[in-house]
């Protein structure tokens, strides 16, 4: 089937789905996207995707028309917000979609005092979150016959999620935890790879999708100041650090992630293989 033939739903369409919409509509597919939030849903439609108030209206035609899926959604108290109202639909349908992408997070594999994790590491996550994206994981995956696709991202960022403007506001911080280290992944390096997934299905597979250079947190906070030509922000203990139980969180895993699959099996070669590319580039183009 040609792409200008083919509709994608995006569930919990955000930021990584947009810009993957960014990809798919001037190839001809017709995108659309749920979200909570009136106002959300204007941006939505003004990308060329279509947007759709949801939970809260009937889903079922635009699972209809879907020949792909995008769950993009995080788990809550309940488990995963799509599944709990679509699941058994979801089910019934799983011959129709073609490919079926989860936004699920390198957190499942917990901490690993700095070392390596690939695709096949065993899944041990120390934190809430982490464990609620194992149990969302194996969920979908309990769907028999469904086309569905895993995708673990590491931190994200990109325009409009950067730290220029904390530094630039003199509010950005060097944590300082030795031995702490982070994957990152620029948005658009996160549509490029499931664009290539789209164009070449393998049900079952998952993959890992961060960028080639995992590094402190601090040195990311650093070279962005170097950037702006600005005073290195202070660095500041974590263990006397003042910081909210959620932000705290995120430093109690380590990790290294491996990117090797979606290189070799999809053929992606990363916009921004590193931080420092990709801060530039946000630079350049007026971040």
């Known amino acids: 089937m040609s792409s200008s033939s083919r509709s994608l739903l995006s569930f919990g369409h955000g930021y990584s789905a ?28 003004r ?16 699972l209809a028309q879907a020949d792909a899926l995008l769950i993009s959604a995080a788990p809550g108290p309940d488990g995963d917000p799509v599944l709990a109202q679509c699941k058994q639909e979801i089910a019934t349908r799983a011959a129709q979609f073609s490919w079926v992408g989860y936004l699920s997070t390198t957190g499942v594999y917990g901490d690993h005092a700095g070392g390596w994790v690939d695709e096949t590491t065993p899944l041990t996550p120390s934190t809430k979150r982490g464990q609620a994206r194992v149990a969302a994981e194996a969920s979908w995956q309990d769907i028999p016959g469904l086309a569905l696709h895993i995708f673990r991202l590491a931190g994200i960022y990109g325009p409009g999620r950067g730290p220029f403007a904390k530094v630039r506001a003199g509010t950005a911080r060097r944590i300082i935890k030795p031995g702490q280290v982070f994957s990152r992944i620029h948005v658009e390096d996160i549509a490029q790879v499931l664009d290539a997934s789209l164009q070449r299905p393998r049900p079952g597979a998952i993959y890992n999708l961060c960028d080639d250079d995992p590094a402190p947190p601090q040195d ?4 962005a100041a170097e950037l702006l030509g600005l005073p290195l922000p202070p660095a500041e203990d ?18 290294k ?6 290189k070799k099996e999809l053929g992606v070669k990363l916009k921004y293989p590193d931080y420092k590319t990709g801060l530039q580039s946000m630079l350049d183009d007026g971040e």
Do not use: C
């Open 257 to 262: 992630v491996r990117n090797d699959l979606i």
């Open 18 to 45: 947009s810009a993957l919409a960014a990809l798919l509509v001037p190839q001809g597919w017709r995108v659309t996207g749920t979200t909570r939030s009136p106002e959300k849903a204007e941006r939505i439609a």
């Open 220 to 223: 990311v906070i650093g070279y």
């Open 238 to 255: 974590f263990k006397t650090a003042d910081m909210t139980q959620m932000a705290r969180s995120f430093y109690a895993e380590s990790k």
């Open 47 to 62: 990308t060329g995707a279509t947007a759709v108030i949801w939970p809260g209206g009937d889903i079922s035609e635009h």
